[in-house]
């Protein structure tokens, strides 16, 4: 077998602070060893895609040309960047496609013609040249639109329970709740009896919640929001929180209404109360700076949070563990619901640009690279 | 015996936000079972006890009669304070004194005579009636003042030092480097062999560190302190950092500094180095809220850090061992520095109070209750 051509998608930062973003022709060779050939099926577009597509760039006033976007990265974030500058970066974590090529090795061999769903960034192609060990081989009722997200995700909400259970919490609080992995979370928690407070921001999300059972969810917009999320806290015991948002003052918000349960009757401590209270930052759909009023004792942690480190951190068993129960419940428990269908090219046309990049919750796009 | 009467302090916050200090004479029973009454000589003001007195209060306008201060709490801290409205509070949570009686207890009757430190709160008295397990007999040749300040300052340098070594650091950023905490911990660093990088606000505060053997200290004054921040940090290989001042930037640009050493020469990352960064807040010396950026990737937390609690779960051997230390070297490495004395009577007047509660680095005052 020779080369295979197809489209990928490159994300480029220039010194001068231009992000050009394109579809190049890219030359595959053929699998060896463990490696196998996978025709991209379905990516999909997750928030941590974005970051790297993007990130703060000036969409809005970007020069679109067929297959190529050239936008404005402004200064302040230039040098967060600085590491980036200059290198062509492929983008998108997971997907899911067919193996078409495979190299001499078992593993790959026993790939073929299999369908089946892939992390490892760069999937934004036509093809992807992978390492057998970085895909999961699908069942076969499974379509690759349904096994698209079946990383990202899935194994983020077992990673919160995981990381709650670890942490001798008994209820979660979630911020931006009726996104994909917050629904998903919704069912994985009455699953396992473990309390969650969600959190959105309209009428509508509650509505959504409450429609595939979520018991305790506020809606920031309230203006009774901190009593109700105070009462929702009370309720289910909850002293982790994982947030979606990272900028403004969500995260103490969270944490002074679990210092005030904990406080309940107790006598006045300037150092507030003893009962540990942790808050994980795992996304940041608001770029700007968590603002901590730190009106919630001393006894409180905010973490970021990633799913690499914490897989590696958990073990090859739990991480094993966690991708059997994915792979079990995909077209269940785990899943995922998409607000458009994208090909490569249109994924770079202006429109789809601001619909996408503007992350409105529970609004999933997926790019189809190959029609 | 029957019973002791003496001026003590109270802190008093009524429901319309006018704060109350001022000294009352109150009556003592003899001491019963473990108990002994402590004739109290010398007592440190800390930062921490400067939250219980005033807090935010504004003491420049507040009214000064003998012996009583009335003061205005402003709107915003009323809610974080709801739960001591109306309960008059002694301040004051360490000091020495001698053992003037006690009860039939063997804890008890062995301190009898002795001069003692304590902790354990109500300590800006001429008189504390107080468990024996409060108490440390000094040695013979330690002096009240030397003694005074023997638990807060001492056992939190020693905290940082066991919390730094257990999650396994080799170096610690300390802000606010100059007070006699930074001073003790300098002293106490040197002979553990743990790297500091020592951040203060003046040429002054450099020079004083330097006096006393700091290597790394960098100035948030200068120009390019954030570059030499780093260079501090790349030197010693610091990823724990402890704060004492809390709001504002300066948690967020220590972290930032560190991810920046954990990345050089890395590939770029968009979620930024596996590297784990922790910054504990153990002070509020600005009350406003800490800024966190997020300009360090998502390997990081940032913590409340309090005494009490790290004493309670570092578990009773570790205290006693962390105690003894303190007993065996209170007048070399932890030896603390006053700038003024002053009576009871004193500490209520208006120009003392404004010179102790700005609470300048490495200006501490002592409290003489007995004259």
């Known amino acids: ?96 496609g067919t193996v078409i090529a495979a190299g001499d090795g078992p593993a790959a061999q026993a790939l073929i013609g299999r369908r089946v769903t892939m992390i490892g960034g760069d999937m934004y192609a036509q093809y992807r040249l992978i390492d057998a060990s970085g895909c999961m081989a699908l069942p076969d009722d499974v379509t690759a639109e349904q096994g698209a997200s079946a990383f990202v995700n899935p194994m983020t909400a077992l990673g919160f329970v995981e990381t709650a259970k670890a942490g001798g919490h008994k209820a979660i609080v979630h911020t931006a709740a009726a996104s994909n992995l917050g629904q998903m979370l919704v069912r994985v928690t009455q699953v396992d009896g473990l309390g969650l407070v969600n959190i959105v921001r309209s009428a509508e999300q509650v509505a959504l919640l409450r429609g595939i059972g979520a018991e305790h969810v506020v809606n920031s917009s309230d203006a009774d929001f901190l009593t109700r999320l105070e009462d929702a806290i009370a309720a289910t015991g909850a002293t982790v929180a994982f947030d979606a948002i990272g900028g403004g003052t969500q995260v103490s918000q969270i944490l002074h209404a679990m210092e005030k349960v904990a406080s309940r009757g107790a006598a006045y401590s300037r150092y507030g109360s003893s009962m540990p209270k942790h808050a994980y930052v795992y996304g940041s759909l608001d770029m700007g700076p968590t603002i901590l009023t730190r009106s919630f004792g001393f006894t409180w942690d905010v973490s970021g949070w990633l799913l690499p480190p914490f897989l590696q951190q958990a073990g090859a068993q739990t991480a094993e563990r966690m991708r059997q129960r994915v792979r079990d419940n995909l077209t269940t428990l785990f899943a995922s619901h998409y607000k458009a269908r994208l090909s490569l090219d249109e994924a770079l046309g202006r429109d789809a640009v601001l619909a996408y990049n503007a992350r409105r919750t529970g609004e999933k796009y997926l790019i189809l690279p190959n029609g």
């Open 1 to 96: 077998m020779s080369e295979t051509r197809g489209l990928k998608l490159l994300s480029t930062l220039a010194e001068d602070g231009r992000l050009t973003v394109e579809l190049v022709e890219d030359a595959l060779p053929a699998p060896t060893g463990d490696q196998v050939l996978v025709r991209i099926e379905a990516a999909p577009i997750n928030p941590s895609d974005l970051g790297l597509l993007f990130g703060p760039a000036d969409v809005a006033s970007a020069e679109y040309s067929p297959r190529r976007i050239v936008a404005r990265m402004p200064e302040p974030a230039m040098r967060a960047m600085a590491a980036r500058i200059g290198q062509p970066l492929g983008v998108g974590n997971e997907a899911s």
